[in-house]
């Protein structure tokens, strides 16, 4: 896996060319960006925790996770219940839905069928994403505040990319954040070999395909 891996970095031409990867497999990438997408919980519950938002507003807005068995009883609030759920989910749901768009938008020219393989290989180009989003909650991990005294701008946005910035902009947010700028371009770039792979195109009229999905999502929205 890890020559596998290598060939997507230093020539996803051949990697998606000769690639046949079972469902499963493919899976497995949004799955880890699902898994590192929870590594943000910390921050978010650390701000909603903190003076600047009133607790009730956001912990009294969903009613309490419980389950209860024989002898014990395991209570979760819902806020949190909410935001595992969603960032369980939507590395999955950005990858089924560009999947999608990108069969969609290459069926005028596509000269071969096939929706499954397209699916296959469009979960590769998110592995870049989790190159941002290692980068990001390293620089959390240092820099964000135990007790938060102003508002953040925190959160997970398409495609499950995680963003964080201060109130006041500092170097080191910039620039983890334009990495992340920088791996959405790179996740764009591996969609289009993808998609020419998956429908039978060449290299530029897959990046014709994927431009305008992937430009629209480089910034937090």
Known sequence: MDGRMRQLVVDPASFFDAASPSLSQSAGVPAALSAVCLGVIPPVL???????????????????????????????PGVVGVLVGTLIAEPIVAWIVFAALFYLLSWPIARERGFGRTVRLVAWGFAPQLVANVCVLAVLAVKFPATPTEIWGLGVTVP?????????????????????????????????????????????????VVAVPTVLVLGPI
Not at 50 to 59: E, G, H, R, T
Not at 179 to 196: K, M, N, Q
């Open 160 to 208: 499950a990319r995680i963003y964080a910035y201060p109130l006041e902009s500092e170097p080191l947010f910039v620039a983890v954040n334009a990495v992340g700028v920088l791996c959405t371009l790179w996740s764009g770039y591996l969609w289009a070999h993808a998609v020419a792979a998956a429908r039978g195109l060449t290299v530029r009229r897959g990046l014709a």
């Open 46 to 76: 650390a701000l909603l925790r903190s003076p600047v938002i009133s607790d009730a507003a956001v912990f009294d807005a969903f009613p309490p996770i419980r389950y209860a068995t024989a002898g014990w009883e395991v209570s979760l």
